[in-house]
């Protein structure tokens, strides 16, 4: 079956560094950009569309394009944090079947880790933020409100932190074949249990690294893709949402992909059964349990089963899930992982990924991104790709 | 407060807030309900986040609740517990429990309002096990 696909992904690249002391942002935006073009045969000239968000230095885009030279037609800053470059894609994708644009460039870099924070507090977004009375005399930080929505879920579901724990586990049998992982090391259930609380009930091996770097991406219109080399992804379907608390009608317990996910799977005209591997943001354990539900791989509450006994481990379960380390153990430049998620989902479906975790006949993925928290509000975004072929 | 406890961060208010810092100030917990549709709503807002009418007043909570989530945070200098209480007015809103075993909290919990001073003086409401 050949699917239609109204853009295509034609380069993706991810920055290899993990600690960029010798590098600024701009200039790592411009490298992964560069990377990305030449990984497509395209080249800063031919860009007419750019798409950043809040890790891109300056007003939007512009500061950025400047510094990189483009020249460009359209330019979206879509800011939902880690989930703004899955956005992009969509974006991106839409921007070009109105004939805004035919070659979109999506960066993401950052440099947490030379900068410097040790923890992440919750992002500063100044004081007009009309919750933030509220919220801040109470001490949220990223990683207690994902403990809350954790919490929850164990109430609500019986999930235990061992299930949670395989999360890890399978990150760190795919991490074991990427040179560039912080963490390569394999883990088991009981490193990650056994590992210090950080916020109840999330272990240090709950969550995810703190590292810089970044990635890119280049999409393109049909036309453009038939003059590449055949390396190019289709994008099959896409959707966003945002979740927050609903003046005060909190459920934590699943996340924007209630929305996002379906509207993705519509759109592609596939069904989870469909997908052979996906990405899926991995900011902590919980992220990646609720998330699959959200998406309808399992029912709801029954993740902490479905994540069990290597279920995400290529070569091992039935949904390999992650297969560069993922934010657990690969990287999260920025603190923000969609991009990533973006990129090992591209190199699937390539053919590209490390051999002892390609998915044999990659033919239909999904990545996903989460931005913010789902312990209080979030952008979700879904999007499918197929192979060239698909 | 035990002297082991977290100090609470000073809230950023404005002009739809001041009331209800106001009140904290004098130990009352307030509510913000929408005279158009009846419903409460968290945080309280100046427009109805249900209905969009802007004809919304102040009432005072009962200051009873359960515990919705928690976490502790355990990698702090102080340790402190996280959480969301389900109000009997219905909305679920985001504070600290204290004066309470940090190991011994349980979802479900029944708690109420209490207060705390935050950095700068100004009083904030928490809960503790009723």
Same mark, same amino acid.
């Given at each position: 079956m050949r699917r239609s696909s109204k853009a295509y992904i034609a380069g993706a690249y991810e920055h290899p560094t993990r600690k960029a002391v010798d590098k600024t942002i701009p200039q790592l935006?411009?490298?992964?950009?560069?990377?990305?073009?030449?990984?497509?045969?395209?080249?800063?000239?031919?860009?007419?569309?750019?798409?950043?968000?809040?890790?891109?230095?300056?007003?939007?885009?512009?500061?950025?394009?400047?510094?990189?030279?483009?020249?460009?037609?359209?330019?979206?800053?879509?800011?939902?944090g880690g989930s703004s470059y899955v956005i992009h894609v969509g974006h991106a994708m839409n921007a070009i079947a109105m004939g805004r644009c035919s070659v979109a460039l999506v960066t993401?870099?950052?440099?947490?880790?030379?900068?410097?924070?040790?923890?992440?507090?919750?992002?500063?977004?100044?004081?007009?933020?009309?919750?933030l009375g509220f919220e801040n005399p109470y001490g949220p930080v990223i990683t207690n409100m994902y403990g809350m929505a954790a919490m929850r879920h164990m109430y609500q579901y019986?999930?235990?932190?061992?299930?949670?724990?395989?999360?890890? +586990?399978?990150?760190?049998?795919?991490?074991?074949?990427?040179?560039?992982?912080?963490?390569?090391?394999? +883990?088991?259930?009981?490193? /990650?249990?056994?590992?210090?609380?950080?916020?109840?009930?999330?272990?240090?091996?709950?969550?995810?690294?703190?590292?810089? $770097?970044? #990635?890119?991406?280049?999409?393109?219109?049909?036309?453009?893709?038939?003059?590449?080399?055949?390396?190019?992804?289709?994008?099959? #379907?896409?959707?966003?949402?945002?979740?927050?608390?609903?003046?005060?009608? +909190?459920?934590?317990?699943?996340? $924007?992909? /209630? +929305?996002?996910?379906?509207?993705?799977?519509?759109?592609?005209? /596939?069904?989870?059964?469909?997908i052979d591997y996906v990405s899926i943001y991995d900011s902590f354990t919980i992220t990646v349990l609720e998330t699959l539900e959200d998406l309808g791989f399992c029912e709801k509450?029954? $993740?902490?089963?479905?994540?069990?006994?290597?279920?995400?481990?290529?070569?091992?379960?039935?949904?390999?899930?992650?297969?560069?380390?993922?934010g657990l153990c690969n990287n999260h430049p920025s603190n923000r992982g969609g991009m990533t998620k973006v990129i090992e989902a591209t190199r699937q479906l390539r053919g590209e990924a490390h051999p002892k975790v390609q998915v044999p006949d990659c033919t239909i993925a999904l990545a996903h991104g989460t931005g913010g928290s789902i312990g209080t509000r979030m952008g979700s975004s879904t999007v499918i790709l197929g192979r060239n072929d698909a | 407060m035990s002297p082991n406890e977290r100090k609470l961060t000073a809230p950023s208010m404005n002009m739809e807030s001041e009331a209800y810092w106001a009140a904290a100030n004098?130990?009352?917990?307030?509510?913000?309900?929408?005279?158009?549709?009846?419903?409460?709503?968290?945080?309280?807002?100046?427009?109805?986040?249900?209905?969009? =009418? =802007?004809?919304?007043?102040?009432?005072?909570?009962?200051?009873?609740?359960?515990?919705?989530?928690? =976490?502790?945070?355990?990698? =702090?200098?102080?340790?402190y517990a996280l959480a969301y209480i389900t109000v009997d007015e219905g909305i679920t809103m985001m504070s600290n429990i204290v004066d309470c075993d940090y190991d011994n909290l349980a979802i479900g919990q029944a708690v109420e309002v209490t207060f705390r001073e935050a950095d700068g003086g100004q009083s904030i409401p928490v809960f503790r096990p009723a």
């Open positions: 935006h411009a490298e992964v950009a560069i990377g990305a073009l030449m990984d497509a045969g395209l080249t800063m000239a031919d860009v007419d569309g750019y798409f950043c968000a809040g890790d891109a230095p300056g007003l939007g885009g512009i500061s950025m394009a400047e510094y990189m030279g483009l020249n460009i037609k359209h330019t979206d800053t879509t800011e939902t993401l870099a950052g440099r947490p880790r030379a900068e410097g924070f040790a923890t992440l507090p919750a992002r500063d977004y100044g004081s007009t933020l009309p919750e019986g999930t235990t932190s061992e299930q949670l724990a395989w999360i890890k +586990v399978a990150a760190s049998y795919h991490a074991q074949h990427n040179e560039h992982a912080m963490l390569r090391d394999v +883990v088991t259930v009981e490193d /990650v249990v056994n590992s210090p609380i950080i916020a109840d009930p999330l272990h240090r091996l709950d969550c995810c690294v703190i590292s810089d $770097g970044g #990635g890119a991406l280049v999409i393109v219109s049909p036309e453009v893709a038939k003059t590449l080399d055949g390396r190019c992804v289709k994008i099959l #379907g896409y959707g966003e949402a945002i979740k927050h608390l609903n003046a005060g009608d +909190v459920d934590i317990t699943y996340t $924007g992909g /209630v +929305v996002s996910g379906p509207m993705a799977f519509e759109e592609a005209k /596939v069904a989870p059964a469909d509450g029954e $993740g902490g089963k479905f994540v069990s006994d290597g279920n995400l481990i290529s070569g091992v379960g039935k949904l390999p899930f992650n297969t560069d380390g993922g | 004098d130990g009352k917990l307030l509510m913000k309900r929408c005279k158009g549709c009846g419903k409460t709503h968290f945080y309280p807002r100046a427009i109805c986040p249900h209905c969009q =009418s =802007s004809d919304t007043e102040w009432y005072e909570a009962s200051g009873k609740g359960v515990i919705y989530s928690y =976490s502790v945070m355990r990698r =702090s200098d102080t340790p």
